[in-house]
């Protein structure tokens, strides 16, 4: 689509505390090596980056950026909705941000009780499978944000980053037994056949999420956003909108002292139409 659902929200005690940041980890490899060795062209979907930044810019927050090595964002531009202007407008303004982003090594050595970061978020996009689910540093980021009962935000693909946590089997995974809504593995599987991808993919990341213990509550994808406890995920570029949304609401409602998280998941459907 040429414009997405984005609309531009006034949040009334927006955050003003310069230490409530947000860190947001991308992906810096663009290509993808599909099940039969083709290499499929992706990164970071726009609309799932740019939409809720929007919100987060929006509510006050400072986002800082990381890809692992610090090589600049790799972004899918073949799906930038060319006719939405606030999408197009951050991403000028971000522009310098994406290229030199942090090395996500040199922030997880750094991360202790004094660190500024209230949430994590992690857009989709095909390319969020590219390094990132076998990252060491990603993981230990993952079991900080567990321990600092921190937020976790991402949806579409992006999920598929938090099995960077399995990789030690003598570690258990944080989010066992949590609910989730993500891209459907079934909607993956028939894409080849569409002509949309050059091969099947490397791996189903809901099979092997299930495996690790967790439940996946979508198996279509509608723009439908998700919260447990402090994990919110949503389905696809549809649901960026309301996720954000939804982002911004929880980190807003903690950081002004009114958050009750509730240990039974929160359903939320396709707020992107009731906005």
């Known amino acids: 689509p040429k414009k997405t659902t984005y609309v531009k929200i006034d949040y009334e005690n927006g955050n003003k505390a310069?230490?409530?940041?947000?860190?947001?980890?991308?992906?810096?490899?663009?290509?993808?090596?599909?099940?039969?060795?083709?290499?499929?062209?992706?990164?970071?979907?726009?609309?799932?980056l740019y939409l809720p930044l929007?919100?987060?810019?929006?509510?006050?927050?400072?986002?800082?950026?990381?890809?692992?090595?610090?090589?600049?964002?790799?972004?899918?531009?073949?799906?930038?909705?060319?006719?939405?202007?606030?999408?197009?407008?951050?991403?000028?303004?971000?522009?310098?941000?994406m290229e030199k982003p942090l090395i996500l090594s040199q922030v997880v050595n750094n991360l202790d009780d004094s660190s500024p970061y209230i949430a994590v978020?992690?857009?989709?996009?095909?390319?969020?499978?590219?390094?990132?689910?076998?990252?060491?540093?990603?993981?230990?980021?993952?079991?900080?944000?567990?321990?600092?009962?921190?937020?976790?935000i991402t949806l579409c693909h992006g999920p598929a980053t938090l099995l960077a946590q399995t990789q030690d089997e003598s570690t258990p995974f944080v989010y066992d037994g949590y609910e989730m809504a993500m891209f459907p593995d079934s909607f993956d599987k028939i894409t080849p056949y569409i002509g949309y991808m050059p091969g099947p993919?490397?791996?189903?990341?809901?099979?092997?999420?299930?495996?690790?213990?967790?439940?996946?509550?979508?198996?279509?994808?509608?723009?439908?956003?998700?919260?447990?406890?402090?994990?919110?995920?949503?389905?696809?570029?549809?649901?960026?909108?309301?996720?954000?949304?939804?982002?911004?609401?929880?980190?807003?409602?903690q950081v002004n002292g009114g958050e009750q998280v509730s240990e039974q998941p929160e359903k939320v459907a396709d707020t992107s139409a009731e906005l």
Request: some cysteine.
């Open 18 to 48: 310069i230490n409530n940041k947000v860190l947001m980890i991308c992906t810096e490899e663009k290509y993808m090596t599909m099940a039969n060795g083709k290499k499929f062209s992706t990164g970071n979907h726009p609309v799932e």
């Open 54 to 97: 929007l919100h987060l810019e929006k509510a006050g927050f400072e986002i800082e950026v990381a890809t692992p090595m610090g090589k600049p964002v790799q972004i899918e531009e073949w799906a930038m909705p060319s006719e939405d202007e606030a999408v197009k407008g951050i991403q000028e303004k971000w522009r310098s941000k």
């Open 121 to 152: 978020f992690i857009p989709g996009g095909h390319g969020a499978m590219n390094g990132l689910p076998e990252n060491t540093d990603l993981s230990k980021l993952i079991e900080w944000v567990s321990a600092k009962d921190k937020y976790m």
């Open 201 to 253: 993919m490397p791996y189903c990341p809901g099979e092997k999420l299930k495996a690790a213990g967790v439940k996946i509550v979508n198996s279509l994808s509608t723009g439908y956003v998700h919260k447990d406890r402090k994990l919110i995920t949503g389905d696809g570029p549809d649901a960026a909108n309301a996720l954000g949304k939804l982002a911004v609401e929880s980190l807003l409602a």
